[in-house]
């Protein structure tokens, strides 16, 4: 079935530092969703991608989703110690289920 | 919009007692409600997609006489969780879409932490 590989799995960064974590398939997505789960608590959705090649930005988070719609990112501009969690990528199947990567657990060092 | 709750937050059982778990939307109807299973430190793992006013559609693995889902309404699923052992232990989230197309964004129930002793 449909997988969706990321990296790293874990990240330290020192506060003001840069963060980008990465989505990869092997397969062409349908679209892209990236939410974040801070510790102990659920996932929150933050956004979804769907045409190839496309970018947005949400304040200091950019998502880009790959002009091959096979990989996509997530870059945070100098992080806060309020960005740490854990970052999902996530795409629907044709039944409308959600494949979930692995995560990126980000820590931020103040 | 779209709010999701989940009943209760956290349990712990008896090895051999059966623990129920709500699933809510609150101000949107979902026909569809996916539940999840997520081990400390891992991914969400789906368990099972609950339909409303039909059967269960469980992923590979998961036992669908031990993990019991009724979706009884628009607005309530529910996952019960039968003859629980400690390797059931878990959190258990549970996620809906206000949406019915097929990329939808789901919003994610606060999630119930069983502990089985």
């Known amino acids: 079935g449909q997988q969706v590989m990321q990296i790293p799995q874990y990240q330290h960064v020192q506060e003001g530092e840069d963060f980008t974590t990465y989505c990869n398939s092997s397969?062409?997505?349908?679209?892209i969703q990236w939410y974040k789960q801070r510790p102990g608590g659920h996932p929150v959705f933050l956004i979804q991608?769907?045409?190839?090649?496309e970018v947005k930005k949400q304040k200091r988070l950019t998502f880009q989703f790959g002009e091959a719609k096979k990989n996509s990112s997530l870059h945070i501009t100098a992080t806060q110690t309020t960005d740490v969690g854990t970052y999902f990528c996530?795409?629907?199947?044709?039944?409308?289920?959600?494949?979930f990567g692995d995560g990126t657990t980000l820590t931020v060092k103040p | 919009g779209a709010v999701v709750s989940q009943h209760p937050s956290w349990v712990i059982c008896k090895s051999g007692t059966s623990v129920k778990i709500e699933c809510r939307s609150l101000?949107?109807?979902?026909?569809?409600m996916f539940w999840y299973r997520q081990f400390p430190k891992q991914s969400l793992m789906l368990m099972a997609t609950?339909?409303?006013?039909?059967?269960?559609?469980?992923e590979q693995g998961v036992e669908k006489d031990k993990f019991l889902i009724n979706h009884a309404s628009l607005t309530l699923s529910t996952l019960t969780v039968t003859s629980a052992h400690p390797e059931d232990s878990s959190f258990y989230i549970c996620?809906?879409?206000?949406?019915?197309?097929?990329?939808?964004?789901?919003?994610f129930g606060p999630g119930t932490r069983l502990t089985v002793l």
């Open positions: 996620s809906a879409s206000p949406r019915r197309e097929v990329y939808n964004e789901q919003f």
């Open positions: 397969t062409t997505l349908s679209n």
């Open positions: 991608l769907v045409k190839s090649g």
């Open positions: 996530a795409s629907n199947t044709n039944a409308g289920k959600s494949t």
């Open positions: 101000d949107f109807q979902a026909t569809t």
């Open positions: 609950s339909n409303e006013g039909s059967k269960a559609t469980y």
